[in-house]
């Protein structure tokens, strides 16, 4: 359960959020817990919204995001975001299973996109006190500067989610996968 209390419907919103949830539904079918619950402050919501739908229209492919989103996941411990993306690169971005584990380890089975989430699981892991062989070997992959900035926005925002959900303890809305536990 929550630690506040979530809209349990667009209607239940403050004002000001239920047309961004309403948008949230025409995009992807419905307004999932995250959503709603981020929804209690309009301009958080606003604020998540524009952020992911401008990434949305970056250079990165969105099985790359999925990717990325998976390693940040399972570094920084959150079982919605796990759950969440799990799901959603396993039915949008047709990610295989063994794909999806070794995203959780912060590695890819493609060549170009475990560049990218190697880079993206020591830009988490170290705050973004990542090496130049960390830095190079990113380029040398060929990714552009503008797709390394966009991996670092992207582990941001979904550092920003992992945050949230550990914070205000979001209730889990997709099949529930939980993160292998630090040692």
């Known amino acids: 359960m929550p630690r506040i209390p979530q809209p349990a419907t667009i209607a239940d919103a403050p004002i000001a959020s239920q047309p961004l949830l309403e948008a949230v539904v025409k995009q992807i079918g419905s307004a999932p817990n995250l959503f709603r619950l981020v929804a209690t402050s309009p301009q958080a919501l606003e604020g998540y919204l524009a952020l992911s739908g401008a990434l949305a229209k970056g250079a990165l492919p969105a099985a790359t995001r999925e990717r990325i989103a998976l390693a940040v996941a399972e570094i920084n411990q959150c079982d919605y975001c796990l759950?969440?993306?799990?799901?959603?690169?396993?039915?949008v971005a047709r990610l295989d299973d063994a794909e999806i584990a070794a995203n959780r380890s912060g590695a890819s089975n493609d060549p170009k996109a475990d560049a990218a989430v190697r880079?993206?699981?020591?830009?988490?892991e170290s705050r973004g006190h990542v090496t130049d062989a960390e830095f190079s070997a990113v380029k040398l992959a060929g990714y552009t500067d503008a797709q390394i900035i966009e991996i670092v926005q992207h582990v941001a925002l979904n550092t920003w989610t992992n945050t949230f959900n550990s914070v205000f303890q979001t209730e889990i809305d997709f099949p529930v996968v939980t993160g292998r536990k630090a040692a």
């Open 83 to 91: 759950s969440a993306h799990s799901f959603l690169g396993k039915n």
């Open 119 to 124: 880079f993206a699981a020591r830009v988490a």
